[in-house]
T-cell receptor
Framework: KAGVTQTPRYLIKTRGQQVTLSCSPI?????VSWYQQTPGQGLQFLFE???????NKGNFPGRFSGRQFSNSRSEMNVSTLELGDSALYLC???????????FGQGTRLTVV | KQEVTQIPAALSVPEGENLVLNCSFT??????LQWFRQDPGKGLTSLLL?????REQTSGRLNASLDKSSGRSTLYIAASQPGDSATYLC????????????FGPGTRLSVLP
């Protein structure tokens, strides 16, 4: 069975641009969450979606947003990119909000 | 605010050794705890999930224990192999708070052939 798929795997953007990352959860999983991983801050929670509704949001500025579609696929968007947004962005899915979470391979975003 | 720490930060052992990785959390009101491994530049692979009502979980050479009242979990790896080299992360999920993990900083494990 296919795992969590994140696209693209790598991305280079310029400061001030915006970017959209995509996450396709494991088939049947309805909960999707996003995390940012940096060497300095480790893994930090961005937001969680369940049944197309944002259920939780981490402590990130409003430039970070997301959505979930009816097929459970999710996208996150970062506007007005800053150098500090360079990170590995990880998506996780689970059957429901409290079940075991499975992560994708991540999208490596570099802002120059 | 929940804080998760992991000791040691790095560990290097010869192949075949049994080893223990430690995870501590400050708020015992957790719903469950999950252990992951991460290879360099890759995503996270789920190893074990322990519910707050459980004391331990086993999968192959891995055994994870949970002492919720003292805020501790350990991951025991038996007969370590070079392929076990990776960073091991523990993550706690708050009580009934959905898929919102608080992660520890990880333990970087090197198993030498």
């Amino acid at each position: 069975k296919a795992g969590v798929t994140q696209t693209p795997r790598y991305l280079i953007k310029t400061r001030g641009q915006q970017v959209t990352l995509s996450c396709s959860p494991i088939s049947g999983h309805r909960s999707v969450s996003w995390y940012q991983q940096t060497p300095g801050q480790g893994l930090q929670f961005l937001f969680e979606y369940f049944s197309e509704t944002q259920r939780n949001k981490g402590n990130f500025p409003g430039r970070f947003s997301g959505r979930q579609f009816s097929n459970s696929r999710s996208e996150m968007n970062v506007s007005t990119l800053e150098l500090g947004d360079s990170a590995l962005y990880l998506c996780a899915s689970s059957l429901d909000r409290l079940k075991e979470a499975f992560f994708g391979q991540g999208t490596r975003l570099t802002v120059v | 605010k929940q804080e998760v720490t992991q000791i040691p930060a790095a560990l290097s052992v010869p192949e075949g050794e049994n080893l223990v990785l430690n995870c501590s959390f400050t708020d015992s009101a957790i719903y469950n705890l999950q252990w992951f491994r991460q290879d360099p530049g890759k995503g996270l692979t789920s190893l074990l999930l322990i519910q707050s009502s459980q004391r331990e979980q086993t999968s192959g050479r891995l055994n994870a224990s949970l002492d919720k009242s003292s805020g501790r979990s350990t991951l025991y790896i038996a007969a370590s192999q070079p392929g076990d080299s990776a960073t091991y992360l523990c993550a706690v999920r708050r009580d009934n708070y959905g898929q919102n993990f608080v992660f520890g900083p990880g333990t970087r494990l090197s198993v030498l052939p």
